[in-house]
């Protein structure tokens, strides 16, 4: 025992004398410096994980740290870029023993969202490397500062009008004198959408932004061109047209032929402005009768497909009745029922919109939403232009049927609409009550009807603007935000460009011929009421309106 004990010493004293002069072992590992991560942010004092809304120009952002940080490698590894992709430029300090980064940016711009990004590049004093990569959203608040000088409200909705009105005016067609679709159609014109157009030109006359002559001159080569040139398809035009030719242009594939909801638009205009051209002169007496004649031409009747109490809203020379979209409430589309049972040549009986529009009573609604409650149409409301195309001539102050009082639902369908927005249950960036309003528009990348349950955070002017005649004061207060708050970004040579989404920072460039109309002539039908007037003192449609049951004052 005592001779083993001798022999294993003897080895471990030739072990470690073999250590310790690097005989026979290996070199000690290298010293890895450890990683470390990222702790917290705030910005402005707040903290918020990872998401930053409404912050000002020059926000003041704390990286913390579980390990102080290298300097150099800061430039590198900490960046702040917008949405375009645009570097920002910072300055940086250093508290907490340098595990805190102070970022303090050059200025940013407003109404822009930016991403700081933190990779793996930034390195501790020990030359650590970030654990794993941090990204932190900003988003820029609206500048409070008046992009143009402050005017009256009056002179505001006469600009607003008159810019507006140099879509159709400047823009219009130079061939047919119709309005382009969109403000980079080329030679598609639209059918609807000029049929605001032709009612734009009746306000702009009677505002004195063109002489009653031009404006008559203009509608002569309109309506010529309507009653002449255009295609139709048993009298009804189709949505899009060729400027020049008058040839359909395919809205979609089936699509290809008839509009009749199109078209109700567009005789809404032409009978407005029959009503408005009256004086004796053969050149305004032959454009009463050439209006006369077009509207006469429209087979309404015949979009019943076989005497069906309903109307079909398009009609194909190749495809016949087989998109069958029934016209059916509540949407935009009240027009086409009253067009057609004023019609002197293709009336409809009241069977048609009771069984067709009203859907049998269907049509109406009767739920409360935000203490609002709503007549007719589908929950909340639906986008705004429901309210606005068919009423920019059908006056519906004490105007009533079976199934609403039709300024009741006017008025409550805007309401809702603002109040929703003002609510903002999507957490919409901008929602407020100066910034109000979902409708069909062009969205980023897209186009959609916007409504309270269909929101996608984008707010298109001409929504709260038409709105003018049932919500004044809000519609009041959210054109004012639009023209002094966000006019450097949406004020455009044809008046206010088509939507934005403050989320994104995304401003359209677009302006759309059926988003434009509205503006100006709802605006003048709660300045004056001129369009209301003049549309209801058609004795067609006085006709028409109490043969579908309608009562109202301006019936008489």
Request: aromatic share 12%; charged share 15%; with cysteine.
């Amino acid at each position: 025992m005592k001779s083993l004990k001798i022999y294993l010493g003897l080895i471990l004293v030739a072990g470690l004398f073999s250590c310790s002069k690097g005989g026979g072992g290996s070199n000690p590992p290298p010293v890895v410096p450890a990683s470390f991560s990222f702790n917290s942010v705030t910005v402005n004092g707040v903290s918020n994980g990872f998401n930053y809304a409404n912050i000002n120009s020059k926000p003041v952002i704390k990286l913390s740290f579980s390990a102080a940080i290298n300097h150099a490698s800061v430039s590198n590894g900490i960046t702040i870029k917008s949405s375009l992709g645009t570097a920002v430029s910072y300055s940086t300090s250093y508290q907490n023993n340098d595990s805190t980064v102070v970022i303090s940016s050059s200025a940013l711009a407003y109404l822009t969202k930016y991403t700081l990004a933190i990779s793996t590049d930034l390195k501790s004093s020990k030359n650590g490397s970030l654990s794993s990569a941090i990204n932190i959203n900003l988003s820029t608040s609206i500048d409070s500062t008046n992009k143009f000088p402050t005017i009256t409200d009056d002179q505001l909705l006469t600009l607003v009008q008159q810019q507006t009105f140099k879509y159709f005016w400047d823009f219009g067609h130079p061939t047919s004198g119709l309005a382009r679709e969109r403000n980079t159609s080329g030679d598609v014109v639209t059918t609807g959408g000029s049929g605001f157009g032709v009612m734009a030109i009746v306000v702009g006359v009677s505002r004195q932004f063109v002489t009653r002559a031009d404006g008559l001159a203009r509608m002569q080569k309109i309506v010529a061109f309507l009653k002449n040139t255009a295609q139709t398809f048993h009298g009804a035009f189709p949505h899009w047209m060729n400027g020049v030719s008058g040839v359909v242009v395919p809205f979609s594939t089936q699509d290809d032929g008839a509009d009749l909801v199109e078209t109700a638009y567009m005789m809404e205009g032409l009978l407005t402005a029959r009503q408005y051209f009256n004086g004796a002169s053969s050149d305004e007496t032959q454009l009463r009768a050439d209006i006369n004649t077009i509207y006469d031409r429209v087979e309404w009747d015949w979009f019943r497909q076989n005497g069906q109490n309903q109307l079909t809203w398009h009609w194909s020379p190749d495809y016949g009745f087989a998109l069958n979209v029934r016209i059916e409430g509540w949407d935009e589309a009240l027009i086409t029922y009253v067009m057609a049972a004023a019609s002197p040549t293709h009336s409809i009986p009241q069977i048609v919109y009771t069984h067709g529009w009203a859907n049998d009573g269907g049509i109406k609604n009767g739920s409360s939403y935000f203490g609002v409650t709503l007549p007719l149409g589908p929950a909340e409301g639906g986008p705004l232009f429901f309210e606005h195309y068919s009423f920019l001539g059908i006056n519906p102050n004490g105007l009533s049927d079976t199934y609403a009082s039709y300024d009741v639902q006017t008025k409550a369908h805007s309401m809702i609409n603002y109040d929703y927005c003002v609510a903002n249950p999507a957490k919409n960036m901008g929602y407020s009550a100066d910034c109000w309003g979902l409708t069909a528009s062009d969205i980023e990348n897209g186009y959609t009807a916007s409504s309270p349950t269909n929101d996608v955070g984008t707010i298109a002017p001409t929504a709260a603007i038409s709105s003018m005649p049932y919500t004044p004061t809000q519609s009041l207060q959210a054109l004012r935000f639009f023209y002094y708050k966000l006019g450097d970004k949406m004020w455009g040579p044809y008046g206010f460009y088509d939507a934005f989404d403050l989320n994104d920072g995304w401003y359209a460039s677009s302006n759309l011929a059926i988003d434009e109309g509205p503006i100006i002539g709802m605006i003048e039908n709660y300045r004056t009421g001129l369009l209301w007037s003049l549309f209801m003192s058609c004795p067609e449609v006085k006709t028409g309106m109490k043969s579908l049951g309608f009562t109202s004052p301006n019936l008489n």
